[in-house]
């Protein structure tokens, strides 16, 4: 009998406080973006990792520009034969994601043959099709960056946000058309090596160690951490808090002002980058540097220099072995068939796309439209410049045209403040997936991305049975054994908690986690493959990972020291943190 | 007349499975095949026919399994099979025949430069592995016999084997006359193994005809060929030679020659060759070009049963003794795609339409 967790707690017809959707403000592909409703308990649901804090009204437009239209529009376009993309239910501000299904066989028939013809060019011409995307992703970034809008009136201001959303609504779906190809290509090319008897855990091996713009922050970060310990910071460092952290050296004078002219320049370019994916309620660490400061500061703590050139050879060195040891196992005509995936993925690479593009999209892209949203506020006189963030796409609009005041939205955005933070203390204890848990999912991105592989869906049947558990299993993702104090984080922002040699316990990790991963002794994600984020930057760091654990974050508590063996994919709990338990 | 024995090496190969029965009809013809082959002669289906006459086992046999009809009971087919066989066993071999057969096998022992030489003998009946029918394993076969005597007797086993219960239930099944199956014999030399096995020219799971697997262990087949040891397991690339996998398996038991009792025996493993791996590099190529040469010969993935000789040098050939096409595990693959296919694999593993 299937397993049904209900979605009763979150039926509502409003989105947030005093909006009720009309369905008018925001075009989508198949289905649109909607609160739960009793039949959604059909479908399957996952609670979408990228935003733990939850979202603003204004942030919600991701999901209607990103899931509702971009996914769905480039599932119909490649086409993605059993699926429609991705749509979403709100659970108060949190997101809830399902695959929209096809399922009439002569259709999907149908869809498969299209995907015959525009894959394998997709494929083949990547590299310019890419080249040519991030050209004008760039394009219109500098756009952006060039546009004073100190100087522009109110409605320019207007039509500057409207262009700003027109810019990430396109640049999600450049998004969604390549990711949706090169995860096809290499879910496929991983399911061959099994079949061919490789073993799953070396199959990710194959394709890293290519170098991505991600990384090349990650190591300019280590050039400032070294470059500080020179300069003789590092107690300035120990000595204050991140955010404080600043302020001591601009006080300190001489090399730390040096070194903080040097970090500046450094932020100029590697800093238009927010603390989590495509979220316009966050700030870029040009506007709040503090997550970069303290990146160095644990980095600092750690003592040592991360030696990115012996990490990347080391990386590189284990792929061609891994590589030659599979084919060593494959006939002539297998190694022709495995060649020839190896050499489609090697051209459409994933893994390395999945890191590169989030400097190009995910962690940038939501910014001129805050710039925009930041700039209306100073103009309307609200009393913060996030207060525009919780106005709805049609209140903006009027408000930004004179149609409507400010003032008389003022109380509707405090009251919908507090509906955030409410629902921000709620996250971690919110069911994980609702709704009807199937026999399989086969869009790709829910498989590699979201890590709803069998493995988990089968996890998420069993755990409803069990009280306190010593040994969770999931994807074996990075190897090695290691043990710790577990460190249960819901958000990127709480990296500060974690000390050097302790295991991250987390939903799932993003590029702004990667800094970490020098530090950790092991990471535990309740989501992902072989693929995500955790598991590629666990296997360049050399760091223990195991994936698609299931609900590792409510059964695992801060405090309790695990043993994590990333061959085996088990988490042992060794001992639990005691009346320490803290959960939230 | 036809003959009452035809050597291995002698009989022509187009009439191999007339005279000699599938079995050693088929060993027979892969001379052609160019394979190594062990020395021996058949007991032929001529020599059976003449024993058949001369003793009046048509009346006697058909007299003991008369009334036997299709739906007989077990118990029932049990009882008169019993009596068929004593029939069989109860009658004198001609003189003539006994002679003839002693002779071949003293001529036997002379080309294997021995005395009394350990033989096996099997059974080899006509159309026993035909397409339709598959007797495998229902007739009796004998390792380590050796000297006249016992030469004889084992061939009339091997006779008697012919009524024995399941062989008899089996053509009851099958619709076959019983008079319509004689039986050749086959006396070949027991070679001296070091080790021997089994091999596939295509995988006997998967389908696949890109890879040779081979099973072996120590000692005689036996104990391999019915499932007694878990073997070595290898595989290796048909194309190009390379070996695959190799997988040492713990080898528990061990087919081996019993002096005392002039028979292959099965043993416990002595503990040193447990876990230790059966075949080098140079073997499994010696095993991979006897296999290559049969399936070349058939123009089908083919069974091998093969010994290594325990005086063999390197560069020398492994033993066939014994081989088939196998042609029902080509139906169940599907076709390895030849190059890669994104659309295809994406839609075969991802998308699962």
């Not at chain 1, 397993?3 to 406080?17: A, G, K, L, N």
């Not at chain 1, 099709?129 to 009136?153: A, T």
């Not at chain 1, 709040?288 to 990146?295: E, H, I, K, N, V």
């Not at chain 1, 004179?402 to 507090?418: C, I, T, Y």
Request: net charge negative.
């Amino acid at each position: 009998m299937a397993t049904v967790i209900p979605v009763d707690e979150f039926i509502s017809d409003e989105w947030y406080p005093g909006f009720k959707p009309g369905y008018t403000h925001a075009p989508w592909y198949v289905d649109p973006v909607q609160t739960f409703r009793k039949e959604d308990e059909e479908n399957f649901w996952f609670l979408d990792f990228h935003w733990p804090r939850g979202l603003t009204p204004m942030g919600l437009i991701w999901n209607e520009d990103g899931y509702n239209w971009a996914s769905q529009l480039a599932a119909e376009q490649m086409p993605l034969p059993p699926g429609r993309g991705i749509t979403c239910r709100l659970g108060g501000t949190h997101t809830y994601g399902s695959a929209l299904p096809v399922n009439d066989p002569r259709e999907i028939g149908q869809r498969a043959r299209r995907l015959e013809h525009s894959l394998p060019p997709f494929l083949q011409n990547f590299d310019t099709i890419w080249g040519q995307m991030r050209e004008e992703v760039n394009e219109s970034w500098d756009y952006f960056r060039g546009v004073d809008l100190s100087k522009l009136s109110l409605e320019d201001l207007r039509e500057n946000l409207i262009q700003a959303r027109q810019y990430h609504k396109r640049a999600f779906e450049i998004h969604f058309q390549v990711m949706y190809p090169l995860l096809a290509n290499y879910v496929g090319f991983y399911s061959m090596c099994t079949e061919l008897g490789l073993d799953p855990g070396q199959i990710g091996k194959f394709l890293q160690g290519y170098d991505t713009k991600i990384m090349e922050t990650d190591r300019e970060l280590w050039r400032l951490t070294a470059a500080a310990r020179t300069a003789g910071l590092e107690q300035a460092f120990a000595a204050h808090e991140a955010d404080g952290v600043r302020a001591a050296l601009a006080a300190q004078g001489g090399p730390a002002s040096t070194w903080l002219t040097r970090f500046d320049d450094f932020l100029q370019i590697y800093g238009w980058r927010t603390e989590g994916s495509c979220d316009i309620a966050l700030p870029s660490w040009i506007e709040d540097a503090t997550p970069a400061l303290g990146m160095i500061k644990t980095f600092l703590q750690k003592g040592t220099d991360h030696d990115f050139a012996a990490a990347r050879a080391a990386a590189v060195e284990e792929r061609e072995a891994a590589v030659d040891a599979a084919r060593s196992k494959l006939t002539l005509d297998e190694q022709r068939l495995f060649d020839g995936g190896l050499a489609s993925c090697r051209a459409a690479n994933f893994p390395w796309w999945q890191d590169d593009h989030n400097y190009y999209i995910d962690l940038r892209i939501s910014l001129p439209m805050r710039w925009a949203c930041h700039a209306i506020a100073d103009r309307v006189g609200a009393g913060h410049p996030d207060d525009t963030l919780y106005l709805f796409w049609e209140e903006i609009m009027d408000v930004s045209s004179g149609r409507r005041p400010f003032a008389g939205l003022r109380d509707l955005v405090e009251e919908r403040k507090q509906y955030f933070d409410y629902w921000l203390q709620r996250r971690p204890s919110m069911p994980k997936v609702v709704g009807t848990v199937p026999e399989s999912v086969n869009d790709p991105i829910l498989i590699e991305i979201f890590g709803l592989n069998s493995h988990f869906l089968r996890a998420v049947e069993a755990v409803g049975s069990e009280g306190t558990v010593k040994t969770l299993t999931g994807v074996p993702a990075s190897k090695g054994i290691g043990r710790g104090i577990a460190r249960v984080l819901h958000n990127a922002d709480e990296l500060h908690r974690l000390s050097p040699g302790e295991v991250l316990v987390c939903e799932s990790t993003s590029p702004n986690w990667t800094p970490a991963f020098a530090k950790i002794a092991a990471c535990v994600c309740d989501g992902g493959g072989t693929l995500s984020h955790a598991a590629i930057v666990g296997r360049e760091y050399g760091v223990p990972t195991v994936t698609a654990v299931g609900l590792a974050t409510l059964l695992i508590s801060d405090g309790d020291e695990v043993e994590v063996d990333g061959s085996s994919g088990h988490v042992t709990v060794l001992k639990h943190a005691g009346n320490g338990r803290t959960k939230d | 007349m036809p003959d009452a024995i035809a050597w291995v090496d002698a009989i022509a190969p187009e009439q191999a499975v007339g005279v000699c029965g599938a079995k050693m009809g088929r060993l027979a013809e892969l001379r052609r095949a160019g394979v190594s082959l062990p020395k021996g002669f058949t007991v032929t289906v001529e020599a059976y026919r003449r024993h058949w006459a001369q003793a009046g086992l048509s009346e006697a046999v058909g007299a003991a399994l008369a009334g036997l009809g299709p739906a007989a009971g077990s118990a029932e087919i049990e009882a008169a099979a019993r009596a068929a066989q004593a029939e069989l066993t109860s009658r004198e071999m001609s003189a003539e025949l006994a002679g003839l057969i002693g002779e071949a096998y003293e001529e036997l022992s002379s080309r294997c430069f021995d005395i009394n030489v350990p033989t096996a003998v099997r059974s080899s009946a006509v159309g026993e592995d035909s397409g339709t029918a598959s007797f495998a394993g229902i007739f009796d076969s004998y390792l380590g016999v050796s000297g006249p005597d016992r030469v004889l007797e084992a061939v009339r086993q091997c006779w008697a084997s012919l009524f024995n219960a399941r062989a008899v239930a089996y053509r009851l099944r099958s619709g076959l006359d019983h008079r319509d199956m004689p039986m050749a014999v086959g006396v070949i030399e027991l070679i001296n193994a070091r080790a021997s096995g089994v091999a596939f020219s295509a995988h006997p799971v998967t389908g696949k005809t890109d890879r040779i697997v081979i099973e072996t262990s120590w000692g005689w087949g036996e104990a391999v060929v019915q499932g007694l040891v878990t073997p070595d397991h290898v595989e290796v690339g048909k194309a190009d030679g390379r070996i695959l996998d190799y997988q040492v398996a713990a080898k528990k038991v061990v087919s081996n020659f019993d002096y005392a009792v002039g028979r292959v025996i099965e043993t416990a493993m002595p503990a040193r060759l447990v876990d230790r791996r059966v075949l080098d590099d140079e073997q499994i190529a010696a095993v991979v070009d006897a296999v290559r040469a049969v399936e070349r010969y058939y123009g089908y993935p083919v069974d091998v049963e093969w010994v290594l000789d325990r005086h063999r040098r390197e560069g020398e050939p492994v033993c066939v003794v014994q081989a088939r096409p196998v042609t029902v595990v080509n139906a169940a693959a599907e076709p390895t795609p030849t190059e890669w296919n994104p659309a295809a694999m994406a839609t075969k593993y991802v998308f699962k339409t």
